[in-house]
């Protein structure tokens, strides 16, 4: 082994080398079955390498996007109350908004519905709100594709999602009817409660499951309408840091001044996350196969190089040249497939992936179906980011696939005994 190092870099390759090498990777015609293979891992490496930095690229995006959505609408963390109900929420939710990395905490009323208009029904999640709170939610409010959020807490207003107007087909100044199933009791059972409200803004927060099943109602309305006047489910509190909540847990403890219940976002998306690393590992290993197979024909290509060209490097043997020298020229033919299939895959899979939403755009319009189902990715539009980090990873490893993969038939080719290799000439 240690002679195979210096062999390998302890010189420089000459010129001839280098002529020799690239006139290998040149097959003439009776060496037509060699180039096909050449070629194969070409192409191989490079869709490999390319493949690679776009779906890693696309499930970055995937999972940025993600928590980006989930948590500008969910809390970072969910204070809930132990026994008897967060009454002074008022008071409780100004303490928690004064420690530090505390940046909104929102009382919150919640409760499962039935919206319902004329024409069309779906299931919704109400979210009584104060207006203040609601303002600070720039994803939401931010994100006010018709009507206001001003003077919410005046009215009796609600606002829904893009999605959720579209299916019930209702814009503003329109009614929507909401049917609870908790109502007040008769003598024949809970009866369900309902009320008309008019629909005073439309959102597009750009993830369908929030856009299609969120209403904001105004929270003393809701208190009303769920029968649970000076009350609240939940204050829901938004950090600086997500990941450093353990830090904020005491504090929040103290601020509450109550038994609470504390759960922050990890717990309530373990699962949810963890299946997309998980995935995210999984297409990382299947699709480095793409690579391994074209190293392999790379083996496989150089190998039978070296077969047709023995009496060649038994020539050069007796002309002098060293075993070091024959290794160099199959090393640097073998590898200067990796090379070039790996930098034109790197070039390729960049332009994917910076271009992945209009490439998406074009095979929807292509083939008139949509290719991304928003109802299925919960994301209304393909995301891609690309992380240095992982780039550099996928080009190295792919360099030293290809270069591995080049040691042994060059090995094999400067090993050659040239009085075997001329005896039957």
């Known amino acids: 082994m240690p002679s195979l190092a210096r062999r390998l870099f302890g010189w420089i390759a000459a010129p001839f080398e280098w002529l020799l090498a690239l006139r290998y990777l040149r097959a003439r015609r009776r060496e037509g079955f060699i180039s096909v293979i050449a070629g194969f891992s070409f192409l191989g490496i490079m869709l490999g390498v390319a493949t690679l930095i776009v779906v890693m690229s696309v499930m970055n995006g995937f ?132 009320k008309a409200y008019e629909v005073v803004a439309i959102f597009e927060v750009g993830m369908s499951e929030f856009d299609a099943g969120f209403v904001f109602m105004p929270l003393a309305e809701s208190q009303i309408y769920f029968d649970s006047e000076n009350q609240i489910n939940v204050i829901e509190v938004f950090v600086e840091n997500p990941d450093r909540i353990d830090e904020l847990t005491g504090a929040m403890q103290e601020a509450a001044a109550q038994p609470i219940n504390l759960s922050d976002w990890r717990f309530r998306n373990n699962t949810f996350f963890g299946a997309l690393e998980v995935e995210r590992n999984m297409m990382f290993i299947i699709l480095t196969m793409i690579v391994l197979v074209a190293a392999f024909n790379i083996i496989s290509g150089l190998t039978m190089l070296v077969k047709d060209k023995t009496r060649g490097i038994a020539i050069l043997r007796t002309m002098g040249a060293t075993r070091g020298a024959i290794l160099r020229i199959f090393i640097i033919t073998g590898a200067a497939i990796g090379v070039v299939g790996t930098v034109l895959g790197f070039l390729l899979g960049l332009l994917i992936a910076h271009n992945v939403e209009s490439i998406r755009q074009f095979f929807s319009w292509l083939f008139s179906r949509p290719l991304f189902p928003p109802e299925l990715y919960f994301l209304n539009k393909l995301p891609a980011v690309v992380d240095a980090g992982e780039v550099t990873a996928i080009v190295v490893m792919a360099l030293v696939l290809s270069l591995l993969a080049t040691i042994y038939p060059a090995w094999k080719a400067a090993r050659l005994d040239p009085v075997e290799a001329l005896r039957g000439e």
């Open 63 to 194: 999972r940025k996007e993600l928590i980006g959505k989930i948590l500008g609408v969910n809390g970072h963390v969910f204070v809930q109350p132990l026994g008897q109900p967060i009454a002074d929420y008022d008071a409780v939710a100004k303490r928690l908004e004064a420690i530090k990395g505390v940046t909104i905490a929102a009382p919150l009323v919640e409760g499962q519905v039935l919206a319902a208009s004329q024409s069309a029904s779906t299931g919704a999640l109400v979210r009584g709100i104060a207006e203040e709170k609601i303002k600070k939610f720039q994803i939401v409010s931010g994100n006010i594709r018709e009507g206001t959020l001003d003077g919410f807490d005046a009215g009796e207003g609600i606002a829904i999602g893009k999605r959720m107007a579209g299916h019930l087909n209702v814009t503003i100044g329109d009614k929507v009817r909401l049917l609870s199933p908790k109502g007040p009791s008769t003598p024949f059972g809970m009866a369900p409660r309902q």
